[in-house]
């Protein structure tokens, strides 16, 4: 029995042995294969290196320079198409085109012998521009006055929320203080006299000075000094987003009926909020009739006068119509809101654009409309606005606008179903009394 078990164990051994040694002989095999591929290998890149050497040889620099200002030249213009088809302009022409402005500026600007302000340069090109369109309100405006025509247009901005002037005595006062504003927060009121501003004398001074420290000083808030029943008292007033109130309103009672009265200074990015929220303000008091007020509006934004005159008239009516080149568009209104109460607006030459669209809306599109005053100013056109890349900016005319009826008004004005001059003496004392417009409007509305 040992004898078997030895045997057995030979020959495991044996067979252990055959098997490490086969598998040792593979590994070897294996080694002596990636040698000789690595070699090959090796063989291979030095052949390609000396084929490439050579093909370089056939290549002159001066060719392949040639080769490579090509394929910059072919990307170029493969570029340069793909943005003539995005933005629809061929850049290569308007580069020909402003060849003569460019020549102009570096002529001036290489040679001038004193110096030059190169931005002034730049300004008075695009004003030449915009000055031989030949139409009044296709205008260029700078930086700075960009801004404020974006803060006054949206209808909001970062400030304290009152209106300064100065007055023919040099002094600068408080003419207005904006409802719910951190200037009537912190008790500032109509008639204060502002002498310094965070310590600073501002009484030799303008009240745009003021306005500008305020806007610009950086800080969260400002000290005013302002004299008040001959006391000076120190105000302090954090600055926050302020919303400049354009549309003030009011319930007048004449003949035993309640009149409302809406004022609009400007159809700003705010107006129609606050126009609706004036509106269902005073339509709580169950008013018969309403005068909206537009004397002195220059316009504003086509939005927010499309939007107000919806309030008002039926579903489908028009509400005013554009024409450009393309052809005529019907604006209508597409609401379900409308009011059945007579509606009288008041206008004067000094209404204009937005204010004349909501005129004529509710003269030729309303059941119930008046236009009380004079004729108004007569713009019948529609522009937008492009932000250039320094902050100016330009405004150009794009479409002309019609009435609902299809009248055009540019240069005649918006004619006034009920004429009446104001007099003169509302210049003088401007209260309700003397305003013989507004009281014309309510004598039409509680007949």
């Not at 290998?41 to 390609?48: G, L, Q």
């Amino acid at each position: 029995m040992y004898n078997k078990d030895i045997n057995y164990i030979f020959f495991f051994i044996f067979v252990i042995k055959l098997i490490l040694g086969d598998t040792m002989a593979k590994k070897e095999n294996k080694k002596d294969n990636l040698k000789e591929k690595k070699d090959t290998k090796k063989k291979a890149i030095k052949e390609n290196k000396k084929k490439d050497n050579k093909e370089k040889e056939k290549y002159s620099s001066k060719e392949v320079i040639i080769v490579m200002l090509f394929s910059i030249g072919i990307g170029f213009l493969m570029c340069l198409g793909c943005i003539n088809l995005i933005t629809g302009k061929n850049y290569l022409r308007v580069t020909k085109d402003l060849s003569k402005v460019v020549d102009t500026y570096y002529a001036i600007v290489d040679n001038y012998y004193g110096n030059i302000d190169k931005k002034a340069l730049v300004d008075g090109a695009v004003e030449g521009m915009i000055s031989k369109v030949g139409d009044t309100f296709t205008s260029y405006t700078d930086t700075n006055d960009t801004e404020n025509f974006n803060e006054t247009i949206k209808g909001s901005y970062e400030g304290i929320g009152c209106s300064i002037a100065k007055y023919n005595d040099g002094q600068i006062k408080v003419i207005e203080v904006f409802p719910d504003s951190p200037a009537e927060k912190a008790g500032l009121s109509v008639g204060d006299r502002i002498i310094k501003v965070d310590g600073e004398d501002y009484t030799d001074k303008e009240s745009t000075d003021i306005s500008n420290y305020v806007k610009n000083s950086g800080k969260d808030k400002v000290v005013l000094t302002v004299e008040r029943d001959n006391k000076e008292i120190d105000i302090t007033i954090n600055l926050s987003k302020v919303e400049i109130p354009y549309v003030t309103s009011k319930v007048l009672e004449k003949n035993n009926k309640k009149i409302g009265y809406i004022a609009i200074s400007l159809f700003s990015g705010n107006s129609y909020k606050q126009f609706k929220n004036n509106l269902d303000k005073i339509e709580k008091e169950n008013i018969d009739g309403l005068i909206i007020d537009v004397r002195g509006n220059s316009g504003g934004y086509l939005s927010s006068v499309t939007d107000i005159s919806s309030l008002f008239l039926e579903k489908g009516k028009v509400i005013y119509q554009l024409e450009d080149s393309t052809g005529k568009t019907k604006k209508k209104d597409t609401t379900k809101e409308k009011r059945t109460y007579p509606v009288a607006v008041l206008i004067d030459s000094s209404s204009a654009s937005a204010s004349e669209i909501l005129a004529s809306a509710i003269k030729e599109s309303y059941n119930n409309g008046l236009v009380v005053g004079t004729t108004s100013y007569g713009k019948g056109t529609v522009q937008e606005t492009k932000k250039l890349l320094d902050g100016s900016m330009i405004k150009y005319t794009t479409q002309k606008w019609l009435t609902p009826d299809g009248n055009f008004i540019n240069e005649k004005g918006v004619t006034p179903t009920n004429e009446v001059t104001l007099n003169e003496e509302y210049y003088n004392n401007p209260t309700i009394e003397n305003d013989n417009q507004l009281n014309e409007a309510l004598n039409l509305l509680t007949k």
